[in-house]
């Protein structure tokens, strides 16, 4: 247990097991608000005593089911003993404020962290393989512990971005409770989308741990995709659509994916089959999980692509904060026996007893190696105690050793900020270049964490602002990744204007390119005055204003063209600025860049131009920015594909309608089969687009290469109403394919019953 864990194991009453009930008068006065919802309040708070910010969640009695706070209270010893690495921790209760005290997450819930950022591959593996190890706990409790709320808003993500499962047990089915009312909670807290089949259809059984691997199912395909499950569809549709066996869309799980996702994804599927008794267990799950998360070989909770791996796409992986994680000094299990030796030093140590440690340390304790290699005076730094390191340090202790891992006393002394230490430390010889095993000096921990006062007394010691770890970060990297406007000033004004430009050797970004994917906009801003290049290129040559018009951050991209920043500068795919705004929905940003010079109709290595990649996606507002801006509609890209046909192939039915508007051709046929939006439209069993397609006089006997209709399609997809709409506009049901079919034996191949008697018919 770290001590920043055991001092809020402090807050329990005992051992009996019971919540401490915090009176509001034991926080600071400034409670923070940081989420909202129907049901109450989550504050940021820090307790007076422990100096330690937690998470307040105040609970409106008058929005929440009957005695819903009261079984909270009634419940508290049963949350006390729900501790592990991935479920969220609770602390106690505020009776004065209605509210639960938890553990707090600095870095928020994972359905705001897909929302906001790119995520790469083995992060999403990462995120996945936790979120089963939590809910695998859950279920191992006897009797297990149902979550029956678990979705991404419920997952949150601690400093280091691992992830914690939090609000388990707050749904709660009680003996005799109606599925209807069960419904009505459900429902209530947006959970529409996590619902499993059997709790709305006749099943009589209440619901058990398959529940939640139901739901669970429905988080892996949120990870995988970056997406939100029914996008626009009511709660009537979901429901429908669910008890008929329809999941959310597998094509939009992105093409470019590891091998290794195809089994990633069998196991989603298995966890929401429609039979309830077919979902596997979490303690299988847990194990298949873990398996492809050893073969993407993440060693930390972020890195990049497998070695090996070819990059022909440009990398936003690193959009995630990097962050080095390293295993700080924990007191050991003492042995009973050894209470009285070495170890009973390591007690003192862990009682915070620092006046009865002092007398006990002796020459010998000094120079003895615990456990990963490290020294007392590693585990004496982390206790926080000046008077007790400095006593140590007296007894000779070697100022620069380190762990197995490279982890040096000084290294320790930042990551917990203690700047008394660091300075006696630096005092006393420590050396402020030493690096751990991947070349991480103490200076690019403080960086990192955003400790100017660190950064100042490392500088201030030797510390070299440019060095680099074994990828080639330098701090400053650090510092504009993740905001530190202070740290990056520190470490500019100690740098050369040659080096504040300087790429990290691994993927040749520099802080620019860092602090314009995040929109640090100050930052970027004090980098161009010191001369940072806004056009230099990355390994997969992207530029500043690729990515901070890719993520959005409208005032960055300003700033970028009136410090000089290209338009017409393409990242390895040919994607320009435009192209990534366009992709992603950035209507401002495209009009900007449009205002600046970039060409609406520059074409990608696989020829399309931003229209095209508007329309794949389903940006409307995007689309008519661009064509009121010069963009060509019937533009061709690859194998003579129009936005027209993309619209169509993703069924946006309201593109489409936006580019026929703008007087796109609805007759142009691609290359590859020679077909036309129509035909696009009866195979992705579109039919408002279908009708949209034929009021703008759509050719509804169209013949592809293969010779295939529109009708030839639509009796192949089986959709009654899509034939009957051609029938309605003449089309002809004796045309031939190239297999001397016409679609009515097309239909009777596919088993179509319904549409063969349709055929026959006539209509």
Same mark, same amino acid.
């Given at each position: ?13 005992? +051992? ?42 105040? /609970? ?36 004065? *404020?209605? *509210? ?25 593996? $990462? ?35 691992? @992830? ?37 259809? $006749? ?37 429908? $659509? ?26 989603? $599927? ?15 799950? @847990? ?35 990097? /962050? ?87 290294? /320790? ?16 010889? *420590? ?131 009136? +410090?000089?920043? +290209? ?171 190239? +297999? ?24």
């Amino acid at each position: 247990m770290s001590e920043r864990t055991s001092v809020l194991m402090d807050c329990f009453d005992g +051992s009996s097991g019971e919540f401490r009930d915090f009176k509001k008068g034991d926080f600071e006065a400034n409670w923070i608000k940081v989420a909202e919802s129907r049901f109450g309040q989550v504050y940021q708070v820090k307790l007076k005593l422990w100096r330690e910010k937690c998470a307040l969640k105040s /609970i409106d009695t008058t929005m929440c089911p009957k005695n819903f706070y009261r079984r909270i209270t009634d419940e508290a010893s049963n949350f006390v003993k729900v501790k592990f690495k991935y479920i969220m921790s609770i602390y106690g209760l505020c009776s004065e *404020a209605t *509210a639960v005290v938890m553990e707090y997450m600095s870095n928020g819930s994972l359905n705001n962290l897909l929302a906001s950022h790119t995520l790469m591959w083995p992060k999403k593996f $990462q995120m996945i393989h936790e979120v089963s190890m939590g809910m695998n706990f859950l279920h191992s409790m006897k009797p297990p512990l149902l979550h029956l709320n678990l979705k991404t808003s419920n997952i949150l993500l601690d400093d280091h971005l691992h @992830v914690k499962i939090s609000d388990f047990a707050l749904i709660h089915w009680e003996e005799g409770m109606s599925k209807k009312l069960f419904m009505e909670h459900l429902t209530a807290r947006g959970n529409i989308s996590y619902i499993p089949p059997e709790t709305f259809t $006749q099943c009589p059984d209440p619901p058990g741990t398959k529940f939640d691997v139901y739901s669970f199912g429905i988080v892996m395909w949120e990870i995988l995709t970056q997406q939100k499950p029914y996008a626009g569809c009511s709660v009537t549709k979901v429901l429908l $659509q669910v008890s008929h066996g329809k999941r959310p869309c597998m094509e939009m799980i992105p093409e470019e994916k590891p091998c290794e996702c195809d089994p990633m994804i069998s196991i989603m $599927q298995k966890c929401w089959d429609q039979d309830h008794r077919k979902r596997p267990l979490f303690s299988d799950t @847990v194990m298949k999980t873990e398996a492809l998360n050893e073969v993407l070989k993440i060693p930390g909770p972020v890195h990049c692509h497998r070695n090996g791996d070819k990059e022909q796409t440009p990398d936003y992986s690193w959009l995630v904060p990097l /962050i080095h994680e390293i295993t700080l000094p924990e007191m050991p299990d003492i042995p009973s026996d050894e209470l009285h030796g070495t170890y009973g030093i390591l007690s003192l140590l862990s009682k915070k007893d620092f006046g009865s440690f002092r007398q006990s340390v002796k020459k010998e304790h000094v120079c003895t190696q615990f456990s990963g290699e490290k020294s007392l005076l590693h585990y004496t730094v982390a206790s926080g105690d000046v008077r007790s390191v400095e006593h140590v340090l007296s007894l000779d202790a070697e100022v620069n050793c380190t762990t197995a891992r490279g982890y040096t006393p000084l290294i /320790i002394a930042v990551l917990y900020r203690l700047h008394d230490i660091i300075s006696l430390l630096l005092d006393h010889g *420590a050396s402020a270049t030493e690096g751990d095993e991947d070349q991480w000096t103490a200076l690019h921990f403080a960086a990192q964490n955003g400790d100017d006062r660190a950064v100042r007394l490392l500088l201030d010691k030797g510390a070299v602002a440019d060095a680099r770890e074994k990828t080639g970060w330098m701090p400053l990297h650090l510092a504009c990744q993740n905001g530190h406007e202070a740290v990056a000033r520190l470490l500019v004004s100690r740098m050369s204007e040659k080096a504040v430009g300087q790429q990290e050797e691994a993927r040749g970004r520099t802080g620019l390119h860092m602090a314009s994917a995040y929109g640090h906009l100050n930052i970027a801003k004090l980098l161009l005055s010191q001369g940072a290049d806004p056009n230099v290129t990355d390994a997969t040559d992207c530029t500043a204003l690729h990515l901070s018009a890719g993520e959005g951050h409208n005032r960055l991209v300003r700033l970028l063209l009136k +410090s000089g920043a +290209s338009t017409e500068s393409m990242d390895s795919r040919g994607y320009t600025a435009l192209h990534l705004a366009a992709l992603k929905g950035h209507t401002g940003i495209c009009r900007q860049l449009l205002s600046n010079g970039a060409s609406p109709d520059f074409r990608t290595l696989q020829g399309w131009t931003p229209l095209h990649l508007a329309a794949l996606r389903g940006h409307e507002a995007t689309i008519v920015q661009l064509e009121s801006q010069g963009a060509c509609v019937n533009v061709r890209g690859e194998n003579g594909w129009t936005p027209l046909h993309l619209a169509c192939h993703q069924s946006r039915s309201e593109v489409v309608t936006k580019l026929l508007a703008a007087k796109a051709d609805p007759n142009v046929k691609e290359d590859r089969e020679g077909w036309t939006p129509l035909h696009v439209a009866c195979t992705s069993v579109s039919f408002p687009i279908v009708l949209h397609l034929i009021t703008h006089h759509a050719d509804v006997n169209a013949v592809s290469t293969g010779k295939a209709t529109p009708l030839h399609l639509a009796a192949q997809h089986g959709c009654e109403p899509i034939v009957k709409a051609l029938l309605l506009n003449g089309a002809d049901k004796t045309l031939l394919d190239s +297999s001397g079919a016409t679609a009515q034996v097309v239909a009777q191949r596919c088993e179509k019953g319904e549409i063969v008697q349709l055929l026959e018919k006539g209509c």
